[in-house]
């Protein structure tokens, strides 16, 4: 199975950029399509963007608002959530999700967080006002 591991979080003010990896082992990454969560306290977690193995399908959630880019680098077994224009509200720990597909089902990608097998152990993005 695949390990998640992820990392790039931290302590931004709003308006600023962070971007998140979310590296995998075990298993390579290309047989995977993936997601980005995100989980605010008190709140369920939320759909951010996923990303189909083959690269060709992304979607974001609503809130996203072309702010945020999720891409893949199968080479190098890593998925990444680029963030710009950050506002408090984005403020949350970040997970990035992982579902094995086929060949056939390369084009597609999930948003519902019970459709993923794998999950990382989350980073913690802080943004301020």
């Known amino acids: 199975q695949v390990q998640l591991v992820e990392s790039g979080g931290g302590l931004v003010q709003a308006g600023g950029s962070l971007r998140l990896s979310c590296a995998a082992s075990?298993?390579?990454?290309?047989?995977?399509?993936m997601g980005w969560f995100r989980q605010a306290p008190g709140k369920e977690r939320e759909f951010v963007a996923a990303i189909s193995r083959s690269s060709t399908g992304t979607y974001y959630g609503d809130f996203v608002k072309g702010r945020f880019t999720i891409s893949r680098d199968n080479a190098g077994n890593t998925v990444y959530l680029q963030m710009n224009s950050l506002k408090p509200e984005d403020t949350a720990v970040y997970y990035c999700?992982?579902?094995?597909?086929?060949?056939?089902?390369?084009?597609?990608?999930?948003?519902?967080?019970?459709?993923?097998?794998?999950w990382g152990q989350g980073t913690q993005v802080t943004v301020s006002s």
């Open positions: 999700a992982g579902r094995r597909v086929s060949t056939f089902s390369s084009g597609t990608y999930y948003s519902g967080p019970s459709a993923y097998d794998y």
């Open positions: 075990g298993r390579t990454l290309s047989d995977y399509a």
